[in-house]
T-cell receptor, first 115, second 117 residues
Framework: AQTVTQSQPEMSVQEAETVTLSCTYD???????LFWYKQPPSRQMILVIR??????QNATENRFSVNFQKAAKSFSLKISDSQLGDAAMYFC????????????FGKGTRLHILP | GAVVSQHPSRVICKSGTSVKIECRSL??????MFWYRQFPKQSLMLMAT?????????EQGVEKDKFLINHASLTLSTLTVTSAHPEDSSFYIC?????????????FGEGSRLTVL
């Protein structure tokens, strides 16, 4: 069975600084997707960034980028120039590329932005 | 973008009554919908997977007679909490997989907070 592990329950970063959230996963599959979702106090799940396992190039979305290490099964999220609006719960997630399979979430990392 | 609407966003009911939560994909067809439960400060726990026109698949430990899921069309899935009790109070979130989608992304509803008195 696939698992997703986030080892940092909480993290803090100074505004405008850079922070990296860690995520590791376990799977025997070769084709899958990885995601980082943000859940602000409103509790709406917001997709931050996604990565297809077959792509070697790390995904980037503006201030958000990932370090995808497929062999190590690691998928960290880097947030540059942190802003107050980045404060939220961040979930790392795995989804098999098999059609309509479920998403498996990590336990989450709560990110605090210090003004 | 793909929009998933969940209704109601908040519901308060008396113990012993049943509550229905709707999850609609507004601008796409959803072959599969997923229902999650989230306790305070915890992650999302998958309850069940529903496919249009077939019975839902429940995760281990989830009572299928307590949490009835119906996926009657490609745009609507409902979760009914039957004979609700205070321990069923929680935040429930649905998500939908777009038919023919190639990105693997799931689209989430806004969530429904259930409080059972």
């Amino acid at each position: 069975a696939q698992t997703v592990t986030q080892s940092q329950p909480e993290m803090s970063v100074q505004e405008a600084e850079t922070v990296t959230l860690s995520c590791t996963y376990d799977t025997s599959e070769s084709d899958y997707y990885l995601f980082w979702y943000k859940q602000p106090p409103s509790r709406q799940m917001i997709l931050v960034i996604r990565q297809e396992a077959y792509k070697q190039q790390n995904a980037t979305e503006n201030r958000f980028s990932v370090n995808f290490q497929k062999a190590a099964k690691s998928f960290s999220l880097k947030i540059s120039d942190s802003q107050l609006g980045d404060a939220a719960m961040y979930f790392c997630a795995y989804r098999s590329a098999n059609r309509d399979d479920k998403i498996i979430f990590g336990k989450g990392t709560r990110l605090h932005i210090l003004p | 973008g793909a929009v998933v609407s969940q209704h109601p966003s908040r519901v308060i009911c008396k113990s012993g009554t049943s509550v229905k939560i709707e999850c609609r994909s507004l601008d796409f067809q959803a072959t599969t919908m997923f229902w999650y439960r989230q306790f305070p400060k915890q992650s999302l726990m998958l309850m069940a997977t529903s496919n249009e026109g077939s019975k839902a698949t429940y995760e281990q430990g989830v009572e299928k007679d307590k949490f009835l899921i119906n996926h009657a069309s490609l745009t609507l899935s409902t979760l009914t909490v039957t004979s609700a009790h205070p321990e069923d109070s929680s935040f429930y979130i649905c998500s939908a997989s777009r038919a023919g989608g190639v990105t693997g992304e799931l689209f989430f509803g806004e969530g429904s907070r259930l409080t059972v008195l």
